[in-house]
């Protein structure tokens, strides 16, 4: 799946007669022993969750500095008949509640929170009998905004979304690299945005955390390093491409609530713990057809998705049980 990215980005430079003429060689990002790595991590656990109706996983990791994509898994299996050939780090999927960071970020922004404002967690009807409803099932009354996003509580996230509004949500998302979010109408009052009802590609998600893992300024993915011709002359080297997209202070204020392993324990135990201090988000769609863990250190960014292409759903495996898994192995392996 990475060689034929690699490949797409030859031929909308320099189209596909000159490629096949060319003789050209090319140097990609990709790492091959942590390529080798998460291949190896996703085919086991898809196996584990086999009995759980669970046949597909896919993996992204990148350098948040750079952008460089150092491993991709877009398949536990290249060579499956069904779904071998769908790249599933591009396929648009519901990411669930790893979309909150991204609207915190945007209250944040606007200083409409702090991560010590009291949110609410009660039960509550919006406009078109909108009621949104914690995965447990529980309210915990008044919390504030580390405690709601670490245990990812769903009702205070759509009370930020209300503050947030829309507009300004889907405008952050753009900026942080998401470009297959529809426009602000298509979504209606918007509130359930923030729980990912938006589909958008791993990769993109992967690469937006990855900006808060840069202090805010996000580095475009990247495949290739660079090419040379059949003279061994280099004919093109890959910039670095590099915006400042959010504040430094908002990004660290995130990385500080996502890094907080006491704070989410109240919901997630020591499940999305590993050795060092690391940022993680778990995600989980509706009926649990995708399950997520997005996470980052300052110089390394992993996205992790586990499900079933057709989205066919799942048995009960939430992010933190099927994706995070993948995520811990391959965070503590390369670093």
């Given at each position: 799946?990475?060689?034929?990215?690699?490949?797409?980005?030859?031929?909308?430079?320099?189209?596909?007669?000159?490629?096949?003429?060319?003789?050209?060689?090319?140097?990609?990002?990709?790492?091959?022993?942590?390529?080798?790595?998460?291949?190896?991590?996703?085919?086991?656990?898809?196996?584990?969750?086999?009995?759980?109706?669970?046949?597909?996983?896919?993996?992204?990791?990148?350098?948040?500095?750079?952008?460089?994509?150092?491993?991709?898994?877009?398949?536990?299996?290249?060579?499956?008949?069904?779904?071998?050939?769908?790249?599933?780090?591009?396929?648009?999927?519901?990411?669930?509640?790893?979309?909150?960071?991204?609207?915190?970020?945007?209250?944040?922004?606007?200083?409409?929170?702090?991560?010590?404002?009291?949110?609410?967690?009660?039960?509550?009807?919006?406009?078109?009998?909108?009621?949104?409803?914690?995965?447990?099932?529980?309210?915990?009354?008044?919390?504030?905004?580390?405690?709601?996003?670490?245990?990812?509580?769903?009702?205070?996230?759509?009370?930020?979304?209300?503050?947030?509004g829309k507009e300004h949500g889907l405008e952050i998302a753009k900026r942080l690299g998401i470009k297959s979010?529809?426009?602000?109408?298509?979504?209606?009052?918007?509130?359930?945005?923030?729980?990912?009802?938006?589909?958008?590609?791993?990769?993109?998600?992967?690469?937006?955390?990855?900006?808060?893992?840069?202090?805010?300024?996000?580095?475009?993915?990247?495949?290739?390093?660079?090419?040379?011709?059949?003279?061994?002359?280099?004919?093109?080297?890959?910039?670095?491409?590099?915006?400042?997209?959010?504040?430094?202070?908002?990004?660290?204020?995130?990385?500080?609530?996502?890094?907080?392993?006491?704070?989410?324990?109240?919901?997630?135990?020591?499940?999305?713990?590993?050795?060092?201090?690391?940022?993680?988000?778990?995600?989980?769609?509706?009926?649990?057809?995708?399950?997520?863990?997005?996470?980052?250190?300052?110089?390394?960014?992993?996205?992790?998705?586990?499900?079933?292409?057709?989205?066919?759903?799942?048995?009960?495996?939430?992010?933190?049980?099927?994706?995070?898994?993948?995520?811990?192995?391959?965070?503590?392996?390369?670093?």
């Open positions: 799946h990475f060689a034929l990215m690699a490949r797409n980005e030859l031929i909308k430079q320099y189209g596909e007669e000159t490629i096949a003429r060319s003789g050209f060689k090319v140097k990609t990002t990709i790492d091959l022993t942590w390529q080798k790595e998460a291949e190896k991590t996703v085919a086991q656990q898809v196996e584990k969750l086999k009995g759980n109706n669970v046949t597909n996983g896919a993996a992204v990791v990148m350098d948040p500095k750079t952008g460089d994509i150092k491993a991709l898994v877009g398949s536990k299996d290249w060579y499956d008949e069904k779904f071998g050939k769908i790249n599933m780090t591009t396929a648009l999927r519901s990411v669930g509640s790893s979309f909150k960071p991204i609207i915190y970020a945007a209250a944040l922004e606007e200083r409409l929170i702090t991560p010590a404002t009291i949110l609410h967690d009660s039960p509550i009807t919006y406009a078109e009998g909108y009621k949104p409803q914690n995965h447990d099932r529980k309210f915990r009354g008044v919390v504030t905004v580390r405690r709601a996003l670490s245990n990812s509580l769903n009702v205070p996230a759509v009370e930020v979304m209300k503050k947030v979010l529809k426009d602000p109408a298509y979504y209606g009052q918007g509130l359930p945005i923030v729980l990912g009802v938006g589909e958008i590609s791993l990769i993109e998600i992967t690469n937006a955390y990855s900006t808060f893992a840069n202090a805010g300024t996000r580095a475009e993915p990247r495949t290739i390093l660079t090419i040379t011709d059949k003279a061994n002359k280099t004919v093109y080297t890959s910039p670095i491409k590099t915006q400042h997209i959010i504040q430094p202070e908002v990004a660290f204020l995130i990385s500080s609530i996502l890094s907080d392993n006491k704070a989410r324990s109240e919901v997630f135990s020591n499940l999305l713990t590993i050795s060092r201090p690391a940022a993680v988000k778990t995600g989980t769609a509706e009926n649990y057809r995708d399950s997520l863990t997005l996470g980052y250190t300052p110089s390394l960014a992993i996205g992790v998705w586990v499900g079933n292409s057709d989205n066919t759903p799942m048995d009960n495996v939430a992010g933190s049980l099927g994706a995070a898994p993948i995520w811990k192995s391959l965070m503590e392996n390369y670093l």
